[in-house]
């Protein structure tokens, strides 16, 4: 079992990780893929980075303001069921 301190210091890596990936990819340096392959094989990180890429997709149409509402004026709850699947509800 891994003790506080390397679950504290793998989720602000990966957290970092992250954020640098969303915001300024080319801000992720050789050394910090290194500290996280402390703790992440290489087909966790691809995953990540993928699952955040995917969640990031947004972004574009944001930019352009040509996202539209779910439901005009009103917050979509985002649900997932067993296997996964995403959906608005």
């Known amino acids: 079992m891994q003790n506080d301190e390397n679950l504290d210091q793998q989720y602000s890596l990966v957290t970092q990780f992250a954020t640098n990936?969303?915001?300024?990819p080319n801000a992720i340096?050789?050394?910090?893929?290194?500290?996280?392959?402390?703790?992440?094989?290489?087909?966790?990180l691809i995953e990540l980075s993928l699952d955040v890429m995917k969640w990031n997709y947004?972004?574009?149409?944001?930019?352009?303001?040509?996202?539209?509402e779910i439901r005009e004026?009103?917050?979509?709850?985002?649900?997932?069921?067993e296997n996964g699947k995403w959906s608005f509800n």
Not at 29 to 44: G, P, V, W, Y
Not at 58 to 68: E, F, I, N, P, W
Not at 73 to 81: A, I, K, T, W
């Open 21 to 24: 990936l969303m915001t300024q």
């Open 29 to 44: 340096t050789t050394e910090d893929l290194t500290e996280l392959k402390e703790f992440f094989t290489e087909d966790q």
């Open 58 to 68: 947004q972004k574009v149409s944001v930019a352009l303001g040509t996202d539209r």
């Open 73 to 81: 004026g009103e917050l979509s709850e985002l649900h997932f069921d």
